[in-house]
């Protein structure tokens, strides 16, 4: 398995800021994702974090409001550009590669981030 | 758009009684995988399946993928008050070996001593 781990664990914000979240992995890894969840119901994949290029976006999200940085195979930040309340949420930061695991089979997540926007 | 509908939502049952949930789509998937998240915590990957017919026991819990991998179940006998959490299941789309996820709706168990 991997271990990860998300920084900040959770975070209180006005509307209009932008916050980053980190991911870290004790090892290199194939591929990082990012989720969103509401608390007690299921995940939404925002993207993809591709190390060297550009990130993959699914339907309904944007590189403007969530841009994503991966420099190496152990670390990749999101963040949540000019918050508002509606996003509030856990999000998640997940890793999958051949080192730990049969590809496709074993994904891991991490702890997640809190965020709150008032 | 692959899609898997998860059910129940909602489960809260007495502890000592068998418990199953389903996840069931249109589409095939090449594997799918089990989870169970806690309040605070990110989910924990509890089994993997691969194969149509599998079945998977871990302790008290049986995993099941159907045998045309578009359905599978989670079986709990004796629930226990510590397998209170959220089960999602999460199924990998073919043709690739590393891909998202598609996740269920999530069942919330509660488990009463």
């Known amino acids: 398995s991997a271990v990860i781990s998300q920084k900040p664990s959770r975070d209180i914000c006005q509307r209009g800021t932008s916050l980053t979240i980190q991911c870290q992995v004790d090892?290199?890894?194939?591929?990082m994702f990012w989720y969103r969840q509401q608390p007690g119901q299921s995940l939404t994949l925002i993207a993809t974090a591709n190390q060297g290029s550009e990130a993959t976006y699914e339907s309904g999200f944007v590189i403007d409001k969530f841009p994503i940085s991966r420099p190496n195979l152990t670390f990749s930040t999101l963040t949540v550009s000019n918050m508002s309340p509606e996003d509030s949420s856990i999000y998640l930061c997940?890793?999958?590669?051949?080192?730990?695991?049969?590809?496709?089979?074993?994904?891991?997540f991490g702890p997640g981030t809190r965020l709150l926007v008032l | 758009t692959q899609l898997l509908e998860q059910s129940p939502q909602f489960l809260s049952i007495q502890e000592g009684e068998n418990l199953t949930v389903y996840c069931n789509s249109s589409s095939v998937f090449s594997s799918l995988q089990w989870y169970r998240q806690e309040p605070g915590e990110g989910p924990v990957l509890l089994v993997t399946?691969?194969?149509?017919?599998e079945v998977k026991k871990l302790k008290r819990l049986t995993f099941q993928f159907g045998d045309a991998r578009k359905d599978s179940s989670l079986h709990i006998t004796a629930a226990q008050p510590g397998d209170t959490g959220l089960y999602l299941c999460a199924g990998k789309a073919g043709g690739t070996s590393y891909g998202k996820l598609t996740f269920g709706q999530g069942t919330i168990l509660t488990v009463h001593p």
């Open positions: 090892s290199q890894v194939t591929m």
């Open positions: 997940s890793v999958e590669s051949n080192a730990i695991g049969p590809p496709g089979e074993t994904q891991y």
């Open positions: 399946v691969v194969t149509g017919g």
